[in-house]
């Protein structure tokens, strides 16, 4: 079966940017929408951004948008996400997730392979 691995995370500070990457072992992947979810402890996993298997499609949630960037580059077999102006409200592990074709894009359920999570902290 395919993993997905996600790095880039790290301690920045507010204002700071980071991009994380995740990796799909298997090529096969670059046929599926992606999509990128956070955890914040004691919360349900947050959908953040989500992406079609062309890359011609980005979705966001209200609380990034114009903020974080979703792309992938297909000859890698890997889903980036950009972020910018990073606030203190966006620590939280990230992951990256295999979409299910035909389901929506903001719930957890609607993905079927996840990777290990990627932290990031960003202090105030």
């Known amino acids: 079966q395919g993993q997905l691995v996600e790095s880039g995370g790290g301690l920045v500070q507010a204002g700071d940017s980071l991009r994380l990457s995740c990796v799909a072992s298997?090529?096969?992947?670059?046929?599926?929408?992606m999509g990128w979810f956070r955890h914040f402890p004691g919360k349900e996993r947050e959908f953040v951004a989500g992406?079609?298997?062309?890359?011609?499609?980005?979705y966001y949630a209200d609380a990034v948008k114009e903020r974080f960037t979703i792309s992938r580059d297909k000859a890698k077999n890997t889903v980036y996400l950009q972020m910018t102006s990073l606030k203190p409200e966006d620590t939280a592990v990230y992951y990256c997730a295999r979409h299910i074709y035909s389901r929506d894009w903001n719930e957890a359920r609607d993905y079927d392979y996840w990777g290990q999570g990627t932290q990031v902290t960003v202090s105030s």
């Open positions: 298997d090529p096969a992947f670059s046929v599926y929408g």
């Open positions: 992406i079609n298997f062309s890359g011609a499609n980005t």
